[in-house]
């Protein structure tokens, strides 16, 4: 599975030369790069952000939840704590520590199991009241597709905006 930006381009060529549509595979790919060449360009400051999931995983390096904050102009918190692309974050340190952005990877009441319960504890709720956040539903992140650029887009909108719909979840933009 390709963990960034990169490793999907090479997933994304091989299985366009494998259906015989390697013009369409190139096309595609043309389009997600225009897509983060113009995300780039907007993008200034570099304000911290964390992807949460179930269970207290965060993305950390070698994701392609990293990817996409580091293309969207955040410094993905995950980085500094040496938690590895699958590592664990007890939600007594994001609670104390918290980012500027908070990304959750899962919503609350997407996975009703007591692994999930870490997203609808009081003490995280409490912290999305304070803090700005974001839901980015699985189709946007879980798999190496240009879909990603999504996110990008998504992340980087809400930086230009000063977070101003970071209480919006993403989920109305899966819909289109």
Not at 64 to 69: E, F, K, M, R
């Amino acid at each position: 599975m390709a963990v960034d930006f990169d490793g999907m381009r090479a997933t994304l060529r091989q299985v366009a030369a494998a259906v015989g549509e390697v013009s369409r595979g190139e096309e595609v790919l043309r389009t997600f790069d225009d897509r983060l060449h113009a995300v780039r360009s907007t993008v200034q400051s570099r304000p911290t952000a964390i992807a949460y999931q179930v269970g207290s995983f965060v993305s950390g390096p070698e994701s392609l939840l990293d990817a996409a904050l580091t293309a969207a102009g955040y410094h993905n918190m995950a980085r500094d704590l040496a938690l590895g692309a699958g590592g664990r974050l007890p939600l007594e340190q994001l609670v104390t520590t918290p980012p500027d952005l908070l990304v959750l990877a899962n919503a609350p009441n997407d996975f009703r199991t007591v692994l999930a319960d870490n997203l609808r504890h009081p003490a995280l709720q409490q912290l999305m009241h304070k803090r700005p956040s974001v839901h980015l539903p699985m189709p946007y992140w879980m798999c190496a597709t240009p879909k990603i650029a999504d996110a990008v887009e998504i992340l980087a909108s809400m930086k230009a905006t000063g977070f101003a719909h970071a209480t919006t979840p993403a989920d109305e933009r899966l819909a289109q």
